[in-house]
């Protein structure tokens, strides 16, 4: 069974620093997708960043990079420059043609 | 470009009764996919819908069903209510289903549902 592990349920980080979120993932699929999404308190979930499986680069949106692992099926977020309103639920996701699994979530607190 | 609307955004139910909850996804995706999150079960998919078809659906039992219309709008039925059954109701579109180009699903802000 495909299974997504988030293994850090809550972090904090002050506001202007760097912090990584962990995540790990199971499949035997080659083809997929790796998400990170966040939810904020207004419980709306928006898109971080996405990666290709295909695709050895890690992905960059902004202050936003992933550092994926494939053969450690591993897809760590990175956040730089910390900033308030980056305080949210953090959940990795990872799809195939038929399948779309989250994990539990790391609820991310950025400190003044 | 409006967004994934979810309609509505909360609803309090009695044991036994049946609940329909709508989304309308955004204009020009074809592909709407219907999530539960739940404190102590997270994120859970339910099923996908692509142009009126059901594609994929989630191990979840008979009283969850939903469909989609020719305008893609999704409407989500639960049948006989457990308490149980109290969640968030998240609904995503995506402009094609599963592991395709440029696939990203968008979601709604989530309708809220109470089982007392």
């Known amino acids: 069974a495909q299974t997504v592990t988030q293994s850090q349920p809550e972090m904090s980080v002050q506001e202007a620093e760097t912090v990584t979120l962990s995540c790990t993932y199971d499949?035997?699929?080659?083809?997929?997708?790796l998400f990170w999404y966040k939810q904020p308190p207004s419980r709306q979930m928006i898109l971080v960043i996405r990666?290709?499986?295909?695709?050895?680069q890690n992905a960059t949106e902004n202050r936003f990079s992933v550092n994926f692992q494939k053969a450690a099926k591993s897809f760590s977020l990175k956040i730089s420059d910390s900033q308030l309103g980056d305080t949210a639920m953090y959940f990795c996701a990872f799809m195939t043609y038929n399948d779309m699994r989250f994990g539990a979530g790391t609820r991310l607190t950025v400190k003044p | 470009k409006a967004g994934v609307t979810q309609t509505p955004r909360y609803l309090i139910k009695t044991r036994g009764q049946q609940v329909t909850l709508s989304c309308s996804p955004i204009?020009?995706?074809?592909?709407v996919s219907w999530y539960q999150q739940t404190p102590g079960q997270g994120l859970q998919f339910l099923f996908e819908y692509f142009s009126e078809t059901q594609r994929n659906k989630g191990n979840f039992p008979g009283r969850f069903s939903g469909r989609q219309f020719s305008n893609s709008r999704s409407e989500m039925n639960v049948s006989t209510l457990e308490l149980g059954d109290s969640a968030l109701y998240l609904c995503?579109?995506?402009?094609?289903?599963?592991?395709?180009?440029?696939?990203?699903?968008?979601f709604g802000a989530g309708t809220r549902l109470s089982v007392l």
């Open positions: 499949t035997s699929e080659n083809n997929y997708y």
């Open positions: 204009s020009g995706h074809r592909s």
């Open positions: 990666q290709e499986a295909y695709k050895q």
């Open positions: 995503a579109s995506s402009d094609t289903p599963g592991v395709r180009a440029k696939n990203i699903q968008y």
